[in-house]
């Protein structure tokens, strides 16, 4: 049975009260955890159709879902696994810098991870992801 609850307040017995819209427009809208060396393989994810490996280091998550608009916000993150340790990764949206348009639309970010100081994109073992935004 399919069916509509419209409630303004959830209100728990020990935590509180919080205004519904906190709980719509607050959640991620989609999140994603995926290998991005040798074959991509999504591990686990929310409202995510794919995770493209473009090049070395270049992936573009994919949304199933589309946001409103491209005003969203991303967090992403990952590691590089090397012998014995990992090292922590910094994502950059491509096209971000002055002049270039951000590669990113509804249902897609383009993205870059780098070494934590470093330069070049490098191919990451473990990326994940989170979007946050208004559903279309």
Do not use: C
């Amino acid at each position: 049975m399919a069916g509509t609850i419209a409630a303004d307040t959830l209100t728990h017995s020990s935590a509180g009260s919080i205004a519904t819209n906190y709980v719509v427009e607050g959640s991620s809208k989609a999140w994603f955890n995926f290998n991005g060396t040798g074959s991509m393989v999504i591990n686990d994810s929310f409202n995510m159709s794919s995770v493209t490996d473009n090049a070395q280091g270049d992936y573009t998550p994919a949304m199933s879902t589309a946001l409103g608009n491209a005003n969203y916000a991303v967090v992403v993150g990952g590691q590089i696994r090397q012998a014995g340790s990992s090292i922590n990764v910094v994502f950059e949206i491509k096209g971000t810098t002055i002049g270039t348009p951000d590669l990113k639309t509804t249902t897609q970010v383009r993205m870059d991870g780098k070494r934590s100081g470093g330069v070049g994109a490098q191919d990451i073992g473990t990326g994940h992801g989170s979007f946050l935004g208004d559903l279309a």
